[in-house]
T-cell receptor
Framework: NAGVTQTPKFRVLKTGQSMTLLCAQD?????MYWYRQDPGMGLRLIHY???????AKGEVPDGYNVSRLKKQNFLLGLESAAPSQTSVYFC?????????????FGPGTRLTVT | AQTVTQSQPEMSVQEAETVTLSCTYD???????LFWYKQPPSRQMILVIR??????QNATENRFSVNFQKAAKSFSLKISDSQLGDAAMYFC????????????FGTGTRLTIIP
C-alpha cells in the first residue's frame, strides 16, 4: 500500500514549456485534489475531482488543467509554464470531501520555472 | 470566505517540555471541521489531530491535544513532552460542512525542538 505517490519529485522548466504532474493513489478514494504551497502562504487548492471523469476548479486554477481518466490517477498540466508557477505541488485524496474524513497527501513535487 | 491565521511564524521548545501553537479562524458558519497538519523536512503532510465544531469536547491524540474555543474562533494545539521528532511546520486548516470542498490552511508555524 503506497498511499499517494507523485511523479516527478523535482522539475525545472523554462518559461513557456509544458509538463504534466502525475498523482496516483491506491486507496480507492473517490476524491482527489491538487494544492500548491508557496512560502508564507500555506497550501491553496488548484483543482479537485469528486470521481472518475470529473474535475472542478479550486481557489487558484488559472494556468493549470487537470484530468481524471482513471479513478486512481489525477493529472495536473501546465500548458505554458510561467515563473509565478514556481512552487511545491501536493496531491491529496480522500474517501469523501466533507466532514472529518482525512485528506492523505503525497510527498510533493518541487517545480522551478526559470 | 473563511480565513485561518497562525500568528506565530516560529516557536521553539525544550525537549520534554510543553508548547502551544495558536490558530484563529474567521467564519460565519456554525458547522465545520478543524485540523492540525504536521509537515516535517521530508515535506510529507501528516494529519495530527481533528475537531468537529459541534463537539464541545476537545480532541486528544496521545501527546497532542487541542483547546477549541468556538465563540472565540480559536483552535490551539498543545504538544506535551516534546520530542525531537516533533520538529516540523505545523499547519492549522479549516473545512466547511456545507459542500465546500477545500481545506483552508493557515500560513504555518515552524516548531524547533531544543535538545
Amino acid at each position: 500500500n503506497a498511499g499517494v505517490t507523485q511523479t516527478p519529485k523535482f522539475r525545472v522548466l523554462k518559461t513557456g514549456q509544458s509538463m504534466t504532474l502525475l498523482c496516483a493513489q491506491d486507496m480507492n478514494h473517490e476524491y482527489m485534489y491538487w494544492y500548491r504551497q508557496d512560502p508564507g502562504m500555506g497550501l491553496r487548492l488548484i483543482h479537485y475531482s469528486v470521481g472518475e471523469g470529473t474535475t472542478a476548479k479550486g481557489e487558484v486554477p488559472d494556468g493549470y488543467n487537470v484530468s481524471r481518466l482513471k479513478k486512481q490517477n489525477f493529472l495536473l498540466g501546465l500548458e505554458s509554464a510561467a515563473p509565478s508557477q514556481t512552487s511545491v505541488y501536493f496531491c491529496a485524496s480522500s474517501y469523501h470531501r466533507t466532514g472529518l474524513n482525512e485528506q492523505y497527501f503525497g510527498p510533493g513535487t518541487r517545480l522551478t520555472v526559470t | 470566505a473563511q480565513t485561518v491565521t497562525q500568528s506565530q511564524p516560529e516557536m521553539s521548545v525544550q525537549e520534554a517540555e510543553t508548547v502551544t501553537l495558536s490558530c484563529t479562524y474567521d467564519t460565519s458558519e456554525s458547522d465545520y471541521y478543524l485540523f492540525w497538519y504536521k509537515q516535517p523536512p521530508s515535506r510529507q503532510m501528516i494529519l495530527v489531530i481533528r475537531q468537529e465544531a459541534y463537539k464541545q469536547q476537545n480532541a486528544t491524540e496521545n501527546r497532542f491535544s487541542v483547546n477549541f474555543q468556538k465563540a472565540a474562533k480559536s483552535f490551539s494545539l498543545k504538544i506535551s513532552d516534546s520530542q525531537l521528532g516533533d520538529a516540523a511546520m505545523y499547519f492549522c486548516a479549516y473545512r466547511s460542512n456545507f459542500g465546500n470542498e477545500k481545506l483552508t490552511f493557515g500560513t504555518g508555524t515552524r516548531l524547533t525542538i531544543i535538545p
